[in-house]
């Protein structure tokens, strides 16, 4: 079992930064594939940016690409997403997910999420 503990939300004005972190609980996180999405009011889940078990290349959906960076630390068990230049329309509530070994695009496909932490970008 893993559990994922997401903090760092907030609000911000546009061209802000914020830098959400999530905890995983166990010892299996360096096989664990780990990802960040997000679902605003009234849209779906859509995954924003994922890293791999062994690290790698990440993932980064085409809307955050340039602005957003995916990290982990495996000796920590974390992994940070780092947001600059945040848009009114990255507001949404952020959740970090995890599955073994690599990643998917597809939100569906991840085995754990935690409960979200709430991003808001004021224009």
């Known amino acids: 079992q893993v559990q994922l503990v997401e903090s760092g939300g907030g609000s911000v004005q546009a061209g802000d930064s914020l830098r959400l972190s999530c905890a995983a609980s166990?010892?299996?996180?360096?096989?664990?594939?780990m990802a960040w999405s997000r679902q605003a009011p009234g849209g779906v889940r859509e995954l924003v940016a994922a890293?791999?078990?062994?690290?790698?290349?990440?993932y980064y959906a085409d809307f955050v690409k340039g602005r957003f960076t995916i990290s982990r630390d495996n000796a920590k068990n974390t992994v940070d997403l780092q947001m600059n230049s945040l848009k009114p329309e990255d507001t949404a509530v952020y959740y970090c997910?995890?599955?073994?070994?690599?990643?998917?695009?597809?939100?569906?496909?991840?085995?754990?999420w935690g409960q979200g932490t709430q991003v808001t970008v004021s224009s």
């Open positions: 997910g995890a599955r073994y070994y690599n990643y998917d695009t597809d939100p569906r496909q991840y085995a754990y």
């Open positions: 166990g010892r299996t996180f360096s096989t664990l594939a």
């Open positions: 890293v791999n078990w062994s690290g790698g290349r990440p």
